[in-house]
């Protein structure tokens, strides 16, 4: 738990900038949008467009950045938390394993040890699942 909790912690924060980044230039070029749709009339009359597109590119593709950014750090949080899971898998059954050879566990208290840590787990793998949504909406605020 605290190992999954640390590893949670350091991917959320480089991902969480990223985020923030993701909804400044959305913001951005929304507004950019904006004013070269309302004010089309000036902008083809002053020969802007050229300007106007690059602008549009240059916002566009520091969005496609952040967000790719955002969401690939975000979407490693649940792989690295299974792997962290399988780890822990590992360990218990061969822990579980010696001691079962040495007759100071039995098979029954071996499985059911395994059988709880996997249900430890499953709600923080599924809360890992949705950070990305989390972390999203606290960028936004």
Not at 6 to 18: C, D, E, F, G, N
Not at 32 to 48: I, K, P, S, Y
Not at 86 to 101: D, K, L, T
């Amino acid at each position: 738990m605290p190992l999954s909790v640390v590893v949670t912690l350091l991917i959320a924060r480089r991902s969480q900038k990223q985020f923030a980044a993701q909804w400044k230039w959305t913001g951005s070029m929304n507004g950019h949008v904006e004013e070269m749709h309302t004010g089309h009339a000036l902008v083809q009359v002053f020969g802007r467009r050229a300007s106007a597109q690059k602008v549009f590119d240059e916002h566009n593709g520091r969005l496609f950045e952040a967000t790719f950014k955002a969401q690939f750090l975000s979407g490693i949080i649940q792989p690295a938390i299974q792997f962290l899971a399988n780890i822990n898998y590992v360990a218990v059954a061969v822990i579980g394993a010696y001691r079962v050879a040495s007759g100071t566990m039995t098979l029954g208290d071996v499985q059911a040890f395994i059988q709880y840590s996997r249900q430890f787990t499953m709600p923080i793998m599924q809360i890992a699942g949705q950070m990305n949504l989390l972390q999203s909406g606290l960028a936004c605020t």
